[in-house]
């Protein structure tokens, strides 16, 4: 038997296991188990785009105040009394 033969009779078993894949309870489990990582995978992903782009403004407006704060500083003989 040749490797291609070979090959062939495997595609061919492939229908039939996939039949009894479908009708065993185990395999039930498996899809919902990978069903059930993808969401949280996917939540994961959600999360961390929402909470990126949400805190963009506030980190920008912190970045801002300390330059302000460095700026005053500088010009005032390093006191940061009049820096808000």
């Given at each position: 038997?040749t490797y291609f033969d070979?090959?062939?009779?495997?595609?061919?078993?492939?229908?039939?296991?996939?039949?009894?894949?479908?009708?065993?309870?185990?395999?039930?489990?498996?899809?919902?188990?990978?069903?059930?990582?993808?969401?949280?995978?996917?939540?994961?992903?959600?999360?961390?785009?929402?909470?990126t782009n949400s805190l963009?403004?506030?980190?920008?407006?912190?970045?801002?105040?300390?330059?302000?704060?460095?700026?005053?500083?500088?010009?005032?003989?390093?006191?940061?009394?009049?820096?808000?």
């Open positions: 038997m070979s090959l062939r009779k495997r595609i061919g078993d492939v229908p039939r296991w996939l039949g009894g894949f479908a009708r065993d309870e185990c395999a039930i489990a498996t899809v919902e188990w990978v069903a059930l990582a993808g969401a949280v995978f996917i939540g994961g992903i959600l999360v961390v785009w929402f909470l963009n403004t506030p980190s920008s407006a912190i970045g801002g105040n300390l330059s302000d704060c460095e700026t005053w500083a500088s010009a005032n003989s390093a006191s940061i009394t009049g820096c808000k």
